[in-house]
């Protein structure tokens, strides 16, 4: 069984920075895309970012491009997303989520696509 363990969140304030850690363990299973996906109370899960495990290609959701970025690393085996210039409204818990499918670029937002999750990381901006 493949897990997603995402690590990173925490409390910060506005315009602060924080980065979010996944890493998969277990079975090895060939991802092809691996994404951030949030959840703020009372509101359906978004799609935050994704990146192409193929090719390198990054997406991200025009409410965060320009301040956070996805990367992978390949000496840890971890896919991060670096978070800048944070807003109260990225309050949300954050899940990383892994496809073991080849994922259109035209439909990386798309959740239903993404066949393993994490548990989750709480991250919380204060104003």
């Known amino acids: 069984q493949v897990q997603l363990v995402e690590s990173g969140g925490g409390v910060v304030q506005a315009g602060d920075s924080l980065s979010l850690s996944c890493a998969a363990s277990?079975?090895?299973?060939?991802?092809?895309?691996m994404g951030w996906f949030r959840q703020a109370p009372g509101k359906s899960r978004e799609f935050v970012a994704a990146i192409m495990l193929t090719n390198g290609n990054t997406y991200s959701s025009d409410s965060v491009k320009g301040r956070f970025t996805i990367a992978r690393d390949n000496a840890e085996n971890t896919v991060n997303l670096q978070m800048t210039s944070l807003k109260p409204e990225d309050t949300a818990i954050y899940y990383c989520?892994?496809?073991?499918?080849?994922?259109?670029?035209?439909?990386?937002?798309?959740?239903?696509?993404?066949?393993?999750w994490g548990q989750g990381t709480q991250v919380t901006v204060s104003s």
């Open positions: 989520a892994a496809a073991s499918s080849p994922v259109s670029r035209l439909v990386l937002a798309d959740r239903r696509l993404y066949d393993r």
């Open positions: 277990g079975r090895t299973v060939r991802n092809y895309v």
